[in-house]
């Protein structure tokens, strides 16, 4: 009895090995062509990374955008590669299952990495807007300096303090950017006053004409002085020029100059830049004359030294 029972079970296990060999063979000819395919699919993916890194290279995005950009459609390649090879041998179930894995993966990743995920993606449409590059002078979110490094995450900038700030990708992208490389000249503008007994028409001649003597004064055409308003005691003028930016000349070292060039050329030419002047009246409403007031304190004071000087009876 044990002896057939040993029987039957290899008889089983030998037809068993037999079907699975059969269906082996049925299907060889798919998976030599699924192998095929897959190997095809990873050559594919390698040039077509290559193809990919060089267009994005030559459009001028930065190498790190450029990198891994081609490296996920490099993926994106052989993965379907691999998908298609394995619908080819019938498994479009498995084929299925993965998709909607990878789905639940990418989603559960997103939300665990929020931040990290949000700042890598404003890095990458950055790469490709370019708003800036390595070099230029930016200003956003209180921070105003020369960018170092551009990462895919953050950027690197340093302030005219000389310190590094490190600002995440999302913050730049999110909020007002100021980028003063761009157009490579910025206008300086210098606040002044003049008595109101000089002519502003003659100030503001003779300020522009001394202005542009400067070199570092660009479009001096431009150059002018404008009157804003009415001060306590002076006309206000505003000059305006323009510098190349950044240049030779930095902004402070360009404001330091026009400032002292406009007292200098005021003071040549006899023209009173007035500090602060108050007239003090006492007599408003039941109060006194201040000349009034100094009279009793001088009267006063002369009738305490005539006192002084009486002689002894």
Avoid: C
Avoid at 172 to 201: C, H, M, Q
Avoid at 228 to 236: H, I, K, L, M, R
Avoid at 290 to 307: G, I, Q, R
């Amino acid at each position: 009895m044990e002896l057939l029972k040993v029987e039957k079970f290899w008889s089983l296990i030998y037809e068993k090995l037999e079907s699975w060999l059969e269906a082996t063979i049925k299907i060889l000819p798919n998976i030599v062509v699924a192998i095929l395919i897959a190997i095809f699919f990873s050559i594919l993916a390698r040039y077509a990374g290559k193809i990919m890194n060089n267009f994005l290279r030559r459009t001028k995005v930065s190498p790190q955008i450029a990198n891994l950009l081609s490296s996920i459609f490099k993926v994106g390649v052989l993965v379907a590669g691999i998908f298609i090879a394995l619908d080819f041998l019938g498994l479009s179930g498995t084929v299925t299952f993965l998709l909607a894995g990878a789905g639940i993966v990418g989603l559960a990743i997103g939300f665990a990495f929020q931040d990290m995920t949000e700042n890598l993606i404003a890095g990458i449409a950055m790469g490709i807007r370019k708003p800036f590059q390595i070099g230029d002078i930016i200003e956003t979110d209180k921070v105003f300096g020369e960018v170092k490094t551009i990462n895919l995450r953050n950027t690197l900038v340093e302030t005219f303090s000389g310190q590094l700030e490190i600002i995440p990708n999302k913050i730049l992208f999110r909020n007002i950017l100021t980028n003063y490389s761009t157009k490579g000249i910025r206008r300086i503008e210098v606040p002044f006053g003049i008595s109101y007994a000089d002519d502003p028409d003659k100030a503001t001649k003779i300020i522009v004409e001394h202005i542009n003597q400067y070199k570092f004064v660009i479009k001096k055409q431009e150059t002018a002085v404008y009157a804003t308003d009415f001060g306590d005691s002076s006309v206000n003028l505003l000059l305006w020029f323009w510098i190349d930016y950044p240049g030779k000349t930095g902004f402070m070292q360009a404001k330091h100059e026009a400032i002292i060039g406009v007292k200098k050329s005021l003071e040549k030419a006899d023209i009173l830049i007035p500090f602060p002047i108050r007239t003090l009246d006492f007599g408003a409403k039941g109060g006194e004359k201040l000349n009034n007031m100094l009279n009793a304190t001088e009267d006063h004071n002369n009738d305490s030294v005539a006192e002084s000087k009486r002689p002894d009876e």
